[in-house]
Every structure is written in structure tokens, then in C-alpha cells.
Nanobody, 126 residues
Framework: QVQLVESGGGLVQAGGSLRLSCAASTRIFSNYIMGWFRQAPGKERESVAAINWSGGTTYYADSVKGRFTIFRDNAKNTVYLQMNSLKPEDTADYYC???????????????????WGQGTQVTVSS
């Protein structure tokens, strides 16, 4: 069982930055692929970014490439999402998730993740 707690959301103007954090309560954090997802009102949950066990491989949705960076600190059991050049369309609830499988294939798919946080709200004003 993995418990995930996100923090760092808030209200920011377009062009601004936020850093989301997700703290995991698990004995071996490096056993898990970690992902960030978001869901805007009336829309389906979508993938934002994912990172492999060591942090050496990452995945980004096209909509955030070049603006967002996912990274992790396995010593602190924490994964981060640095969000720069934010746009109003980035407004959503952001969730982190953990996947204990051994394959990186499909890391951007919400359906493969076993554990989810409660979410943190990000609002970008124009």
C-alpha cells in the first residue's frame, strides 16, 4: 500500500510558475514509476508526465513539453512537477500516482497506476 499526498497547488497568473510535490509513504519509493495527471472540470483525466524508478527516463504530454519538468528524490520519497510558463488551459486538479510494475511501457496511461493522491488544485488566471 502506498499513500500519496500532493502539495504546492494554488492560484498563479499566466506565465508564472508553480512546483508541485508528492510525498509517498512507502518503504521502497524507488520501486515505483511515478506519474502526474490532471483533470479539468468536465474533462477526462489526462497524463501530464511520468518518471521511471531511478529518474533517468521521463515522459511528457505534448501539451506540457518544454514547460514542465518531472523529477524525483528517492531519498525523500518525493516526486515533483515544476511547472513554468503556465497557461490558463493548465488549470485543473493535479494528481500524482504510483505504479509498481516492472515495465516502463505505457507509463503515460492512467489505467496502469495503482495508487493515487487526493489531488491539488492549480488555477492559472489570464
Amino acid at each position: 500500500q502506498v499513500q500519496l499526498v500532493e502539495s504546492g497547488g494554488g492560484l498563479v497568473q499566466a506565465g508564472g510558475s508553480l512546483r508541485l510535490s508528492c510525498a509517498a509513504s512507502t518503504r521502497i519509493f524507488s520501486n515505483y514509476i511515478m506519474g502526474w495527471f490532471r483533470q479539468a472540470p468536465g474533462k477526462e483525466r489526462e497524463s501530464v508526465a511520468a518518471i521511471n524508478w531511478s529518474g533517468g527516463t521521463t515522459y511528457y504530454a505534448d501539451s506540457v513539453k518544454g514547460r514542465f519538468t518531472i523529477f524525483r528524490d528517492n531519498a525523500k520519497n518525493t516526486v515533483y512537477l515544476q511547472m513554468n510558463s503556465l497557461k490558463p488551459e493548465d488549470t485543473a486538479d493535479y494528481y500524482c500516482a504510483a505504479d509498481g510494475r516492472c515495465s516502463w511501457y505505457g507509463a503515460g496511461l492512467p489505467s496502469r497506476y495503482d495508487y493515487w493522491g487526493q489531488g491539488t488544485q492549480v488555477t492559472v488566471s489570464s
